[in-house]
């Protein structure tokens, strides 16, 4: 109801809301927008057609907040902000360096910054680079550090296997 309020307000541009509305989902945790056939949405110049929508993906990569947007697409699209998304092959999962920098970047809370890259190795291989695997070991930390730690998950199967039930619970594979 208030996302529909702000939406509906004529006294807010449209980036504000936006702004509003990343900041919103941000605090229900993991939430990530997935849009497929991205390229459907493209003018033939490979910019986005719907000035709305292009809004929305400019006010994405100029706000800061935890939601994750993905947008499958044979084209890349250009926008104003287009310099700062980057194409990821996704088909062999997340390439490792990235997957551990995600790790270290966004796991910093729950030990990983520093954490040992051979360790961080191991885990990004042992769940396939599955970028939503790496974000799914990121909440389980959250719940369960500093008792749980990932050098802890990697060396013993019975925990490692409670994560699994925490991913798969969270339909994240």
């Not at 719907?50 to 499958?72: G, K, N, Y």
């Not at 190795?121 to 799914?136: G, T």
Request: glycine share 4%; hydrophobic share 40%.
């Amino acid at each position: 109801e208030e996302f529909q309020q702000t939406y509906a307000s004529r006294d807010l541009t449209l980036e504000r809301k936006l702004e509003f509305f990343f900041h919103e989902l941000s605090k229900a945790g993991n939430v990530w927008v997935v849009m497929d056939n991205f390229e459907d949405l493209l003018a033939p110049d490979d910019t986005i057609s719907d000035p709305e929508l292009c809004q929305f993906i400019e006010t994405a990569v100029d706000t800061s907040h935890t939601v994750r947007l993905i947008a499958t697409t044979r084209a890349v699209p250009r926008f104003r902000g287009s310099q700062q998304v980057r194409p990821i092959d996704l088909r062999e999962g997340l390439p490792e360096d990235q997957a551990m920098a995600y790790l270290r970047t966004d796991g910093a809370d729950y030990g990983l910054a520093d954490a040992d890259e051979g360790l961080l190795r191991a885990f990004v291989n042992r769940v396939h680079r599955i970028p939503k695997a790496l974000e799914s070991v990121i909440g389980y930390l959250s719940e369960k550090y500093p008792v749980v730690q990932l050098s802890d998950l990697m060396a013993n199967d019975a925990l490692f296997a409670d994560f699994d039930h925490y991913d798969a619970e969270n339909g994240l594979k």
